[in-house]
């Protein structure tokens, strides 16, 4: 059997990165990489594009572009992380923030299998991408750990109205039990300490708000289905069990492993098989304990935005993944607090006029929108 083509965008991430480190262990008979994205860093995909020669590889930088045009000689440079989609049968798309849009919705538009971990492109454009999902051959296989989890869960159950409700898993990130009050004055760098998970800057950041968990409450919906009443989250602090499916009969099927993303990318590469490569196998002599609890609503208000945001529907998530990306940016500039984040997203949603995107372009328009008013806050508080 031929080897599965794998185009990553996002490649020099840390979900890239992991994605490599799978292909890395499965062999160039399962996988061969036939693209490479990424933004700006030339000199870490110039690195990757020589171990792993693909075809095409994607600099949205023209600076960088140029720079990695000149270092690899017959490889087909391209702006747009996009354009990776052709020639591959699996698309890792791994660009963080509203950026993925694009890998999101040509993945399906071509009836690619999508290993899909910028939650934000499903989540700001649900109601355009929904459509997308039913091209022929199009798959949509989440690699965030909690969605990946739900979905393995759920291969268990033919009939959605089995389903009684969806439990997502937060670790509780590196403030969990703290109050508002001690959080008043907490740095960037305290914000960056996550205590199980080694990820990006705002996905990190998004982690200490519970802004990350609000943002897959939505993403929860759109992927499967299920409405926000039947949505919960609890907050588990060993990261362990990634999420669960409670149903009808009272049974609850969860997904367990030790924290490693190479899971669910690699659930993602080799579905609807598994891959031969056991990543977060649990040792079960030294696993002592589950501790399960309720997440602080109060504290961390940005779970309550999402699901705010959720509810509402039609641009909602779109103004909320926004201004979250735009306040996150600001605090990790020092232009805003830590609680100044939720803050923001608060006043932002406090403006949404209602809108119902129909196209790729309105999700945009939308998305501008936002991240104008969340900038215009945000002048606003530095100017008092």
């Known amino acids: 059997m031929a080897p599965v ?19 890395r262990a499965e062999g160039a008979d399962r996988y061969v990489v036939a693209g490479l994205g990424a933004g700006s ?11 792993f020669r693909p075809a095409v590889v994607a600099v949205a930088d023209g600076t960088a572009r140029a720079v990695v045009a000149a270092a690899l000689p017959g490889v087909e440079v391209v702006a747009d992380q996009a354009e990776l989609v052709d020639g591959a049968e699996v698309v890792i798309n791994g660009v963080v923030g509203f950026a993925g849009l694009s890998v999101t919705v040509a993945a399906l538009r071509a009836g690619t299998r999508l290993g899909l971990a910028n939650k934000e492109s499903l989540i700001a454009a649900g109601p355009v991408v929904q459509p997308l999902r039913s091209t022929p051959g199009a798959e949509l296989v989440p690699v965030d750990s909690e969605h990946c989890a739900v979905h393995q869960c759920l291969r268990s159950s033919i009939d959605a109205r089995e389903i ?32 199980t998970w080694s990820m990006g800057p705002k996905i990190t950041i998004d982690s200490s708000t519970l802004m990350n968990k609000g943002l897959e409450v939505i993403e929860a919906h759109e992927l499967f289905g299920v409405d926000y009443d039947r949505i919960d989250v609890v907050v588990h602090p060993q990261s362990v069990v990634h999420s669960m499916a409670e149903f009808t009969d009272g049974s609850t099927i969860a997904q367990l492993s030790m924290p490693d993303m190479r899971l669910p990318i690699g659930y993602a590469l080799g579905y609807p098989n598994r891959i031969g490569t056991a990543f977060g196998r649990i040792d079960w002599s030294t696993l002592s304990r589950l501790d399960f609890e309720p997440p602080d609503l109060t504290t961390f208000r ?26 996150v940016d600001g605090f990790l500039a020092g232009l805003i607090s830590w609680a100044g984040i939720a803050d923001v997203c608060d006043a932002v949603l406090d403006e949404y006029e209602g809108s119902v995107p129909d196209t790729v372009d309105d999700v945009i328009a939308a998305d501008a929108t936002a991240r104008r008013r969340a900038s215009s806050v945000i002048e606003h508080r530095m100017a008092r």
Do not use: K
């Open 302 to 327: 940005c779970l309550g935005l999402a699901y705010q945001a959720g509810r509402a529907g039609g641009s909602a998530p779109a103004w909320l993944s926004a201004a979250n990306e735009v306040a």
């Open 5 to 23: 083509r794998v185009a990553i965008a996002g490649s020099t991430g840390s979900i890239g990165t992991q994605t490599l480190e799978v292909i």
């Open 41 to 51: 860093s030339a000199d870490a995909l110039i690195a990757q594009a020589r171990e």
């Open 164 to 195: 009684s409700r969806i439990v997502l898993t937060a670790s509780g990130g590196p403030f969990r039990g703290r109050t508002a009050d001690e959080l008043a004055g907490v740095s960037v760098d305290d914000a960056l300490a996550h205590p």
